[in-house]
């Protein structure tokens, strides 16, 4: 594996080109492209949700697919996550329930994080998935953080840390990489690469000539992997992971991929993305190579993907259904869990609200749409 | 006299600005061919080019870190931070050395520049695209923290902030980019940022406000002449230095004075109104200087209406002084 | 009871806390073989070793970045910041980070850890070695702001601080680590930072502060006690969430208000105070409240004893409040 | 030059050992030679002076002087710098006058920066030498900044930032070279490694096996020279400049010495720092060494440094005198230059202050010594 080289197995020339990564047999093969599957499908359900005015915004990850499940697949239940907001499909590879999905993109009162947060801002306890937050870069040290915590406990768990091209240039990616390094802490460091930040190009965000390669600054093996084959991101990542459960410290991954959809629900593309560069990527598509390379060794039937596609859409339209009935979360949760425990000073301003809605009236919902 | 948006009014002074004086530079985060994520810089890559329009990495600290450098050689630049929430890893340049280098330098090295930003709530942006964060600025020493209120209000402070030889926060109201219009002088103009604005005259209750509040303090005084009640508007302008003696001058007149802000309650600029008024007028309050604010809670998503002060809870303000005995 | 400086029983604090329980951890720069640029951490690398003692690279963005991420996982570190100064560039973690943490998740996830650092001045340090930031963290809904006036009650906040579920900046007044000493109890106790502590009864005027100014506002009541002014004083002990009720209470009683702190004026604590106190008290208080601080400016060096309120400063608050009619 | 390899001249093996670098002749040699000793000799006295208790802080160089001397001796004039507060050496080689430098050791009423900073926090405008401030690395962003200015005006003006081994972890550092990079910004990163920041070793501030190494994060290239041979440093700094005033961008120059005296008057290294390692560098202390190399090469002489260092101690003297002897900053000059303009509301504080002060008498300076 290299940090300049880029690894790669689905249509790769040579030797490489068919082979199964070791310790992947035909039902994981068939549960890494279901994975994929319903993340496009849920992607483009929230795409049109939020075109339709029922949610206030939502983030694809169209095309990044296999980055994101490859990696997945190749975590373990006790590992920890420290997500970006483009990244649904590890959380439904791991068995999130959708309503929680749906939940949250309403910020209703049964979202498990109360209707605080925008949509895809998700926190799912049960699956060691922490709480995401905007500011880009942020979770990187986080992760560092837990990585040297599961090495002072001694517990064989690896943080994994996800973020985008962008994220590299953030002051989070410098600290934690670096504090990561020096703890030899059992870190992994995904960096999607999907070439854009918004509409700043990869080439404006580094003049690296490759992501990989900051590893180097670092003392950290840094690897480069296509990022739109499914089984060379899960073999890099697979690799990476018994390194930092055998002690020998962090890893750099980039996956190089491609945005296939706009930034989120708010971005036109257009103003800065040629038509061609988009075209050349979707012949890459990363489900449709996933797809030819199982139907080649007969993995895959279209009666199968039919059969998967119903299911799914069935699924998905239950989630949306229930979510979009619940109501909005109470208007005393406001107060709540800012604090462990509510002090003076903010209960006097509840009761403050409160007494005021009784005597005035309750307090109109004036909107607002989300620009990015 | 034209009329125009907040958003486009901010447009319209950058690239008078930008003609006007070949040293005003800009970059930031999708600034270029984007335009801004709110349109801020629209047309201004393709006017005046990857030199002085200048898409950065994704790095707050980088941005005004660099734009210090451009200002010390003496370029006059103007970052965009893409949202007041994301200042923070570049708070420390703010702090550090955008607010201290005249003082510590003995007057020698300045940084003259405008970091802009997009400040407040409105857009369903939860707790990261919504924040308030003037407080933090105005306890600064060193810095100017600026707040427009209008599209006119904001063409002249930005002309002003940017031929200013202070460094400026320059907070806008983005509830307010698309949803407020006025008609707007064309060409170059500005308006004085050390004088607050009185945005209504009246006589029972002084209001204290800036930026977006400012149109719902006026509502509500509007509401409150229906019942007799006639209230001053003052729009601040500037948080740092601020006006003190326009306000005391009103509420020396008033007698009563509220601060309506959307920042959460606790050390915030309300407080410092409310500390500063209550300390100049105490021989002629008649009633507690009132603070309407946000709660000292983050900004919440889908509670956002409850949270950032409409009309009613002004108004609410405006009873509770006013029939204070 | 053995005598200790505020140094003494930080460090003892800390020995206490890792000695009872094995999760917390401690990092930063210099707190390992060196034991802190101030030895707060002395002798504790020795005792407790490399993977609960941990010089880190120079990065408080990593520092406090690193230690969320510990305490996500079920640690509860304490970190160091070498200066207060220094937070800055960890200033996002702190705010989008640790301080919302809690409510963004709706409460599944919680990070409970204290940063400690070294506050204000009194060591010749000049702009960056100096300042008293509390009103930065004060304004930040989620963190809890603490600072203790004596080495007692260094020890009992810094362990109450420990041992809570929210993460805390405990901010520790440089300037009394080696010049104050006091007995304290052997062993582990606590003290309740929810509660403002009355350093000092009296019926005449109420003093506010927190930190190395509670020493000299006790210097100065005493020193007003024999002009016949009887001073009593509130030492905050918390600045967010903060006790107003003691200090309505007091002033119900004196009705008279100062607030006394080091940092600048604007939108400071002694302004959310006396912005407080003027709303809540406004039946009781018979003269404006008050406010000794150090000016709108950056921290001097040459002048820092002219910068710094002292003895004859808050004399001079309490000549006027308490003459006032 | 290269990253991982280190540039040696002044004792290398082989054809190097030796050998002047093109353009310096002999006046040049002894002019850096004198800019070394002087510097030395200043830092004694600034240690004795703060052990004495006149002033109240000094951060010397001691075995840095090649390292700083070799790069101040490649700047041209109209070049930009952004100092750390350890280099004091390169204002004195560029001319500034020592009373300059003693104002600012007592920060008293003529001191350039009128008694606001700390000492050895410089400001000399004359020299283009930007004000110093504490906090580590924040120079490293505005040299990227003013590089990219001169860029912009199309000025043939380099700058250089300074920071040491601990400050490549910070903030800015990350920042500073990847926009530096990105804009190929006629821009100098001297990375002055000597081995510790304060008690921290460099094996713990990163686990790279360089700093020269990081600039291949940012596509930048990196050199790693002797930093304890002046004309190694020379060397790599005259070609790193003519890169830059060439149009080919950024360069890290990392120059590997030893900090031979404590970090700051303040500092105890017996701490945390072995006698052995402290030997092994004072072996190779860049004063001996050089001047071994030039008595070899016949430009120097034992009456030419006794004649030189006889001076040198009057002019410091002289220097400290005069300092010693300017009273402190006047009260109400603490008000300004906080903004171009005095605020009403700071003006107010100001005569509040003033008024006190007629009425209770003058301030009393209670002292307070600093720790770091
Ligand atoms: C600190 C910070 N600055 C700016 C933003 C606004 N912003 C949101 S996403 C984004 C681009 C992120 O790009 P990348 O890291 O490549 O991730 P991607 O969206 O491509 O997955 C920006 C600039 C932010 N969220 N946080
Ligand atoms: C942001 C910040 N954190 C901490 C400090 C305290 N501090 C002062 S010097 C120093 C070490 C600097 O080491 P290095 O960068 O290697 O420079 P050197 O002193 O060795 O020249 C530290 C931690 C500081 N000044 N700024
Ligand atoms: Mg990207
Ligand atoms: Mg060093």
Known sequence: MSATKMLQILDAPGKDKGRTPAGLKNDDLKAMFRAMFFTRLLDQRGMNLQRQGRIGFYVPSFGQEASQIGAGYAMADEDILFPSYRLISIALLRGIDLRHVFNQAWGNAEDVCKGRQMPNHYAFPEINWQSISSPIGTQITHAAGAARAAQIRGD???????????????????AGMNFAAV??????????????????????????????EKAVAYGMPGVRVDGNDVLAVYEACREARDRAVAGKGPTLIETV????????????????????????????????????????????????????????????????????????????????????????????????????IRRTGDIEDTGGAFPL | MPEMTMLKAINDAL??????????????????????????????????????????PLSECGIIGTAIGMALYGLKPVPEIQFQDFIFPGFDQIVSEMAKMRYRSGGHFTCPMV???????????????????????AHTP????????????????????????????????????????????????????????????????????????????????????????????IDMRSMLPWDAETVIESVRKTGRCIAVQEAPRTCSFASEIAATVAEKCVDSLEAPVARV??????????????????KKRVLNAIDYVANWQ
Request: charged share 25%; glycine share 8%.
């Open chain 2, 115 to 137: 970091v802009r930003t997009p400040s407040g709530g409105g857009i369903r942006g939860g707790h990261y695209h919504s924040q308030s964060g003037e407080a933090y600025f």
């Open chain 2, 293 to 310: 604010s946000g709660f000292d809670t983050p900004f919440p998503y889908s509670l956002e209406h409850v949270y950032k002060p409409d």
């Open chain 2, 142 to 233: 060193g810095l100017r923290v600026v707040m427009p209120s209008t599209p006119r209000e904001a063409k002249g402070l930005l002309l002003a902030s940017i031929f200013n030889d202070d460094p400026v926060i320059f907070l806008e109201p983005k509830a307010l980019y698309r949803h407020s219009k006025e008609e707007v002088e064309e060409g170059f103009f500005t308006v004085d940022m050390d004088k607050a604005r009185i945005a209504r005259t009246g006589k029972d209750v002084t209001v204290c406000s800036w930026g977006a509040m400012v149109s719902i303090v006026m509502d509500a005084a509007a509401e409150a002449a229906e019942k007799g009640i006639d209230v001053e508007v």
């Open chain 1, 156 to 174: 064989k768990r690896v943080s994994w840390a996800w973020f985008g091209d962008g994220g590299t240039s953030s002051n989070d990616f410098h």
């Open chain 1, 257 to 356: 991929t491609f945005r296939m959809g706009p930034h989120s629900s708010s971005d036109d593309p257009s103003k800065y993305q040629s038509k061609e560069l988009f075209e050349s990527w979707q012949k890459k598509d990363p489900i449709d190579r996933f797809r030819a390379w199982m139907k080649g060794k007969r993995i895959w039937t279209q009666k199968w993907e039919d059969e998967l596609k119903e299911q799914m859409l069935a699924e998905i339209a239950t989630a949306v259904e229930a979510a979009e009935s619940t109501p909005a979360p109470a208007i005393d949760t406001l107060f709540d869990d800012v604090w462990a425990e509510i002090p003076a000073m903010l209960l006097e301003q509840k009761a403050a609200l409160i007494d005021q």
């Open chain 2, 15 to 56: 690239r008078i600005a930008m003609t006007k004086d070949d040293d005003v530079v800009m970059l930031g985060e999708d600034i270029g061919k984007k335009g801004g994520v709110f349109g801020a810089t629209e047309g201004l890559h393709a006017e005046f080019g990857d030199l002085r329009v200048m898409d950065t």
């Open chain 1, 183 to 212: 703890w030899k802490a059992p870190c992994i460091f995904m960096c999607e690469n999907n070439h854009w930040a918004i509409s700043v190009p990869q080439e404006m965000q580094s003049a690296s000539a490759t992501f990989a």
